[in-house]
């Protein structure tokens, strides 16, 4: 069993930064893909950015490519997404997740593990 607490949300203005970070339980934290997913209001939750086991590999989604870059600290069971030149479509709830893969993965479906969500809101 794996907890996932996400902190870092907020306020923020447009072109501004913030850093997520998600808190991990259990012992097998370091042998999981780790993702992030957002679901903004009246939409279908979307993939965000993903990080295999050892940090090795990456993958985000076009829209926040060259804006968001996703990291892990395995010795600290905690994944990071920091948020640079946000704009007001970034707005989201923003939901860490874990899968039992070792490999990067983009659809929700692969993770087992669900945090209940940080809220990022973006103002013009």
């Known amino acids: 069993q794996v907890n996932l607490v996400e902190s870092g949300g907020g306020l923020v203005q447009a072109g501004g930064s913030l850093r997520l970070s998600c808190a991990a339980s259990?012992?097998?934290?370091?042998?999981?893909?780790m993702g992030w997913f957002r679901q903004a209001p009246g939409k279908e939750r979307e993939f965000v950015a993903t990080?295999?086991?050892?940090?090795?590999?990456?993958d985000y989604a076009d829209s926040v490519k060259g804006r968001f870059i996703i990291s892990r600290d395995n010795a600290k069971r905690t994944v990071y997404l920091q948020m640079n030149s946000l704009k007001p479509e970034d707005t989201a709830v923003y939901y860490c997740?874990?899968?039992?893969?070792?490999?990067?993965?983009?659809?929700?479906?692969?993770?087992?593990?669900w945090g209940l969500g940080t809220q990022v809101t973006v103002s013009s």
């Open positions: 997740a874990a899968a039992r893969t070792p490999l990067t993965a983009r659809e929700s479906r692969t993770y087992d593990y």
């Open positions: 990080i295999k086991w050892n940090g090795g590999s990456t």
């Open positions: 259990g012992r097998s934290f370091s042998s999981y893909a």
